[in-house]
């Protein structure tokens, strides 16, 4: 399980804000802390797998950082929509083989409640030069 202590919110905003049982997960980098673990454009500096690993690990940290206030995973009762952005260098068009990463660990993990809506939107820049940031909506056990 990835622990989500540390990757606080480098701004005026929560990570995760539950309102009428819908829980919405602010963008999620690939970083523990202050460390980004992967950098760089999707298509130039990383390639497909390490993006997709990189989507995998903002899938965790989107189920830590709301796990962690409604009391442990087993309360997600359906995950409902992801959204990835993908820094992605010119030409490059895979963005959604990218997010296949985070539906795939969605699913691995929470069976058919990880089921999920999903769009993948191609970018220029991402925050700290990340190649990914995944941000989720999520329906939780009140």
Do not use: W
């Amino acid at each position: 399980m990835t622990d989500y202590t540390g990757n606080r919110p480098g701004g005026n905003y929560v990570p995760v804000i539950i309102h009428d049982g819908i829980a919405y997960i602010s963008g999620q980098l690939p970083r523990k802390g202050e460390t980004l673990l992967y950098s760089g454009k999707v298509g130039d500096e990383v390639d497909l797998l390490s993006a997709q690993e990189a989507a995998a690990f903002c899938a965790d940290l989107c189920i830590a950082a709301v796990s962690e206030m409604i009391g442990g995973e087993e309360n997600i009762l359906q995950v409902l929509k992801v959204v990835g952005y993908i820094a992605s260098s010119p030409g490059f068009t895979q963005q959604s083989q990218v997010m296949n990463g985070a539906s795939d660990r969605l699913v691995a993990r929470l069976g058919e409640r990880g089921m999920h809506s999903r769009t993948s939107v191609g970018v220029a820049e991402l925050p700290r030069g990340a190649p990914i940031e995944l941000e989720m909506v999520v329906a939780v056990r009140k």
